[in-house]
């Protein structure tokens, strides 16, 4: 029996994904990330540039899951203010991190390292930081809160740093069927599949594509037999309501 | 003095957000209608497949905001659950809806109309159906709370359909400023700025593009001539340290 595998929250912070201005996707990258390292990913939110709601959403996350991983509010602006707010979730002060303050000094020029970049050293006690091959700014870690930037290439470098440090679990497999007919045609055996296959999860997404109705299906589970099996009932089941389909991926 | 602004929350619904399967564009698209409605967007989440997740944040975002809009799980298959979890996150029974099973039955040939399809017909007791001009299956209605579509071409037809019925606000405007330096050089500027005009919000959002890094500002109010003169003090504050920019949008 394998360990129950690590579960995994996501706050994004930012008045810019609020707004609509910004079209989230660390959200997307994060999420495909922990699928790999078979941890799983519960939940996402998505809160504003506003310190008690960003208390009270890592407050909440926190407490609930084994991980916590934030993107957005970590840069010199004013209205970066992530890493007071986790000082405050936590209840601890916040400071310049020596090694952060040297590592920007050595970034910029005698005269051009300002106060303001110099917020960018600022964690809250006790944190860890979290260094990235792309940002000399970096992230940081308390508790089981990872703080990491919202620009999407810096994220995913600090992302590439986290990975290896989380507990991993059995990967979630997954293998998708790419079905020539609507929906409802094939629900009713689906649903029959899924009660016979309650190791794994059965996803059915429609789609509208060139004028047509599909739909994928999407088997997903840790054991790549009962995967595989469920996977060769759906086609069966298809066959027999003689509906065109193919497998398209596994993985 | 304005009403103050009608308040909302977006739930996403759905495993295969939180897999990382699929890019969720829905949130981005509520967004952008709700600022041109004038009404705050203050939070979303993202939730998978599972009643007691969906039912616990349709209560906690119901009771906090004047809307809560949900996309996703409204289809005919198993995982379709989120007409089952809304009806018992309002405390009410579930049953099909007379005018969406004749809407469904007049869209399917004989015998075509299976119960599964019929599924789509299931509405909290209490629920008003939101039509729209894309998908037969109707969304809906119960309370402050609208279930739509996770397909993206039906939820934008569904918020097309209950964008009129929602209480307007004053839109919020917004100007962007392109800037060609880091944020560490104009951040002190900026937060001067920000003290100084507190009825508007500057956001400054970094990029790297094309090897340069560069720094969008955006001003964003409810007052159109508040918006301005932030705008203009940021610029002749970036005009004072020499930093080349240009307005690109206004709105």
Avoid: C, W
């Amino acid at each position: 029996m394998p360990d129950t595998p690590a579960t995994a929250a996501i706050l994004v912070i930012g008045d810019e994904i609020l707004s609509g201005r910004t079209q989230d996707t660390n959200t997307n990258h994060i999420a495909k990330t922990l699928a790999v390292l078979g941890v799983d990913l519960k939940e996402a939110r998505v809160v504003g540039d506003d310190q008690d709601e960003i208390v009270a959403a890592v407050n909440a996350l926190r407490d609930r899951y084994d991980y916590v991983f934030t993107t957005g509010g970590i840069g010199p602006t004013h209205d970066d203010i992530t890493a007071d707010a986790i000082a405050a979730a936590f209840g601890v002060e916040i400071d310049y991190h020596p090694e952060a303050l040297a590592m920007l000094a050595a970034r910029y020029k005698p005269g051009e390292f300002n106060d303001m970049r110099k917020r960018m050293a600022r964690v809250p006690l006790g944190a860890e930081l979290v260094k990235n091959s792309v940002s000399t700014a970096p992230g940081f870690k308390i508790g089981n809160v990872y703080v990491m930037a919202g620009v999407p290439m810096v994220m995913r470098a600090m992302m590439e740093a986290i990975a290896p440090t989380l507990r991993h679990g059995a990967p979630v497999l997954s293998t998708t069927i790419s079905v020539e007919a609507g929906e409802g045609k094939i629900a009713e055996g689906l649903a029959r599949t899924q009660r016979d296959h309650q190791t794994v999860a059965i996803g059915s997404y429609p789609f509208y594509r060139d004028d047509k109705f599909g739909v994928q299906l999407v088997v997903r589970g840790r054991d790549g037999a009962e995967v595989e099996a469920a996977a060769r009932a759906i086609e069966a089941m298809l066959v027999e309501l003689a509906v065109s389909h193919a497998r398209v991926t596994t993985q």
